[in-house]
């Protein structure tokens, strides 16, 4: 009994330690001071000048073309990835081409933007929305290869496609008419999961962004300099607020394909 009391009150730290600063900023999102110092009163005027500022909606709108460009590409390259593990027979090297996939999540993000920014600069490419789109989306491919390939073995063996081949389709028709409709919701919940690790990435974009091209992260950085103001406050509860409905949609997908999002 003293053993489940020391436990609960452990779990109850554990989320009081991460959870407590969440609703802090929450509440002093409506305070009606410039600092947050001191509770002044409820209002919601903070929110008010976050929407009216055009920098800070620029960089939002930076961040949301780029995580858009970063999903899209990651999951493009994640399918192919995937149906090359899962549906065709084993190759030479395929244990070591799954873990060179796996390396974005093992790496540090600083050596990995560090080691990104050499090589563009060393092979003459230009540090444009571009390149930054391809960078983010190598650290998004783990995440759209984990919920592409779960799908694909949930699916079961090639029957499905060798009976469509069997009544008249090319390899290629199978492909569009039966393998890919039925990966679609493990595609769907992987660009979702790279949309949020893109959209709040900060490391990279740090490195690699152009001059121009000001992600909210960056944006938010170059604010925290002059104090946490209610501003940021309102800004992250909105950021908050999309992030747990990304991942609340994707979590929905994945029970619908039967898969685990990082399976």
């Known amino acids: 009994m003293k053993k489940g009391k020391v436990l ?10 991460l959870y407590i600063p969440l609703i802090v900023m929450f509440v002093f999102s409506f305070n009606d001071a410039r600092r ?15 929407f009216n500022d055009a920098e800070l909606m620029g960089a939002m709108l930076s961040s949301l073309e780029l995580a858009a460009a970063a999903a899209l590409l990651s999951a493009g390259l994640g399918l192919l990835a995937s149906y090359a593990m899962v549906r065709h027979k084993p190759f030479t090297g395929r244990r070591g081409y799954a873990a060179l ?27 444009d929305f571009g390149a930054l789109a391809c960078a983010h989306a190598l650290i998004c491919l783990p995440y759209t290869v984990a919920a592409i390939k779960a799908r ?20 290629w028709q199978a492909f569009c008419k039966v393998t890919f409709p039925l990966a679609m919701p493990a595609i769907v919940s992987g660009s979702l999961l790279a949309f949020t690790v893109s959209f709040e990435d900060f490391v990279t ?21 002059f104090g946490v103001t209610p501003e940021i406050n309102a800004l992250s509860v909105c950021l908050l607020g999309a992030t747990l409905l990304l991942v609340g949609l994707n979590a929905w997908l994945a029970s619908r394909a039967g898969d685990s999002p990082l399976a």
């Open 101 to 127: 996939l796996n390396v974005p999540l093992m790496m540090p993000e600083v050596a990995l933007g560090v080691g990104l920014l050499s090589f563009l600069v060393r092979a003459g490419f230009e540090l």
């Open 152 to 171: 694909l073995k949930s699916i079961g063996d090639a029957n499905l496609e060798d009976a469509a081949m069997d009544l008249g389709a090319t390899e």
């Open 36 to 50: 947050n110092v001191v509770w002044r009163g409820f209002t919601l005027k903070w929110y008010r000048v976050l």
């Open 8 to 17: 609960s009150g452990y779990i109850a730290a554990l989320y009081g330690f």
């Open 205 to 225: 974009s740090f490195f690699l962004a152009p001059i121009g091209v000001v992600t909210m992260p960056i944006k938010i950085y170059s604010m925290m300099k």
